[in-house]
């Protein structure tokens, strides 16, 4: 976690000063970012003269962003962690895991330096054509921001026990030894090889609650380096061709549209609306909690986020009206399941990045199956609320009213950014950026009081921290699809889904079942980015419409993401809840039930997500 304050010894005072120099530094990136993404919309809207040079410049500062944001999110430990398993161990084991989780992440970023730095001068020899700058002022983010991270490890390694850091550097030194002694062995077996890094070292590395993306990483290069003659240098390049892709530049875009719509108090005031207009009814309030999330996921494209915009708003006046917290957190989580295709969802992104589909097609298919899941929960909800319910009154027209003067600035958002999409203002890209204005200019003026000036930096610095640990993991996850794709594993899977009895019904079955254990364990984004390339060229091949399948395994790795006990966004829900995660684990099956039907229903009614292209 970051220092508050600079502590009295010097150790303490250079971890500080290095944290506070990366978020005032990637703060001004960010900054930077989204004011020319904005300049560039002006620009070919108004002006009607396209600034040729911004692309190039957009892209400089996106890998910096990310490179940065990465290094960010290792000093705030914001990296994504599998936790389910090291939560069992005792206090000092737990202790052990930790020092091993930052030493594994470590280990990498010092097999990386040197590469980086030798992808650096590779970059050299190109020019952008517009600036005319060498690729060399790009290409330095690389090496900075692993540096930077390592540096950052070794100072928080400083605060472990002494015999931790013996017995985990030991343990990496017999895995590495291992991995050198056994080299001719692995390259004798070919592809049987694969499962001892990509399940075995892995899985371990997981486990134990390292960070997946660094999981991810050091997988492959163990991989390359003891079975090929690959360098490393290729993985820098492979991560670097992950995260750069200026689709994913929506990612901290959006990010930080969902912080500043829960900062502005635009979440607020839409959630008050819905509830003086239907929280009078049995199950009213969760009705207001769905709509509230199909409403907000349209604007942060965050899930965490979402939940965090509305989940402190409401559940107060649930509580007040009989609903239990097993219910409150079950409803939550299946409501963030229901709405993953609502765009901009990053998945959605991350999708379009990796698979080359129109990210525009996407967004607009991905609206009908969220709301058919949501009539699915509401039936669930108001069949729940027959014993909780607490009868209330209709509030009156004129606080129906009332509210609904109040949110229309904040209503209209949403369709601020999809107006701004469907008339070619801007593309999906860069419409966050008129999102972020939109949200400041109605803030400041409309509902002042909410946004504080000094609430800039932190907003800007967990921006950058979530941004960097997404992008990070779309790079090594990159990287490891790269390696798995030159091992013959790719030809392989397409040649085993194709042979799945029952064609592509068949198909799209063993697809929802393994989605569903993916996003589970890797979480949406990772699996997205790493086995999309490998399963969509054979759905195109069994005659699945592209946009059908995206949004049948969206919605199957949103069941795995929220489903305990393996499901990462289940303890998100919980933590925003304050709820204890055992609470909800007997009520949630019934809603994640349903959602299974209704997934299958959109499975088989390929209209649900096509009917509108």
Not at 152 to 174: E, N, P, Q, Y
Not at 339 to 363: H, K, R
Request: charged share 10%.
């Amino acid at each position: 976690m970051p220092l508050n304050r600079p502590v009295g010894n010097m150790l303490g005072s250079v971890q500080y000063w290095l944290e506070k120099s990366v978020e005032v530094l990637t703060a001004g990136v960010l900054v930077a970012e989204v004011v020319l993404l904005f300049i560039g919309i002006i620009a070919r809207s108004v002006l009607h003269s396209s600034l040729i040079w911004s692309d190039e410049l957009a892209s400089i500062l996106f890998l910096w962003l990310a490179m940065l944001g990465s290094a960010l999110a290792v000093q705030r430990s914001c990296h994504m962690r599998l936790t389910f398993f090291v939560s069992k161990m005792s206090p000092r084991a737990q202790a052990w895991a930790e020092t091993l989780a930052v030493g594994v992440t470590a280990v990498l970023l010092v097999m990386m330096i040197h590469p980086s730095f030798d992808y650096v001068e590779d970059q050299g020899f190109v020019e952008t054509p517009a600036l005319g700058w060498s690729g060399m002022v790009r290409a330095l983010a690389v090496p900075v921001g692993f540096l930077i991270a390592f540096v950052s490890c070794a100072l928080r390694l400083m605060h472990h026990k002494k015999s931790d850091i013996l017995t985990v550097a030991a343990l990496l030194a017999v895995i590495a030894g291992a991995c050198y002694l056994g080299a001719p062995m692995f390259t004798a077996m070919g592809q049987s090889a694969l499962p001892i890094f990509f399940i075995g070292l892995l899985g371990a590395a997981v486990m134990t609650g390292a960070p997946i993306a660094f999981a991810f990483a050091i997988a492959t290069c163990a991989y390359l380096l003891t079975t090929t003659t690959t360098p490393v240098v290729i993985v820098v390049g492979r991560m670097d061709e992950g995260m750069s892709s200026l689709i994913l530049l929506a990612v901290p875009m959006f990010v930080l549209l969902g912080q500043l719509v829960h900062a502005t108090g635009l979440a607020r005031v839409m959630v008050e609306f819905l509830a003086a207009l239907v929280g009078h009814v049995r199950g009213g309030m969760s009705y207001v909690l769905l709509g509230a999330m199909l409403l907000v996921s349209g604007i942060s494209g965050s899930k965490t986020a979402d939940m965090a915009a509305v989940a402190p708003v409401l559940f107060p006046e649930m509580r007040k009206r009989g609903m239990q917290d097993s219910e409150l957190i079950s409803l939550l989580a299946a409501s963030g399941a229901m709405s993953e295709t609502i765009p901009p969802s990053l998945v959605l992104i991350a999708i379009a990045s990796v698979t080359g589909i129109s990210i525009a097609a996407l967004f607009t298919a991905g609206i009908m199956p969220a709301f058919v899941l949501a009539i699915v929960l509401a039936v669930v909800a108001w069949w729940r609320a027959g014993s909780d319910h607490v009868a209330t009154n209709r509030a009156p027209i004129k606080r129906v009213l009332k509210t609904f003067a109040i949110a229309v600035p904040a209503l209209l958002l949403p369709f601020v950014i999809r107006t701004a999409v469907v008339e070619g203002v801007a593309t999906a890209t860069e419409v966050s950026t008129i999102g972020i204005a939109y949200s400041l200019i109605v803030g400041l003026i409309i509902y002042r009081g909410s946004l504080k000036w000094h609430m800039a930096l932190p907003i800007l610095v967990q921006t950058a921290a979530l941004s960097g640990a997404i992008l990070f993991i779309v790079g090594a996850a990159s990287a490891m699809g790269w390696a798995l794709t030159q091992s013959g594993f790719s030809h392989d899977l397409a040649a085993m889904m194709t042979a799945v009895p029952g064609g592509a019904t068949g198909f799209l079955l063993v697809s929802i079942a393994a989605f569903i254990v993916l996003g589970s364990v890797l979480e949406g984004i990772p699996a997205i980015v790493l086995f999309g390339p490998l399963l969509f060229p054979v759905a195109r091949q069994l005659g699945i419409h592209e946009i059908h399948y995206a949004m049948v395994v969206i919605l199957a790795m949103g069941l795995g993401v929220f489903a305990p006990p393996f499901g990462l966004c289940y303890y998100a829900a919980c933590i925003i809840g304050e709820v204890k995660p055992e609470v909800a684990l007997k009520r949630i099956w019934l809603y994640l039930g349903m959602l299974l039907l209704g997934l299958i229903a959109i499975t088989f009614i390929p209209w649900i997500s096509i009917g509108f292209l």
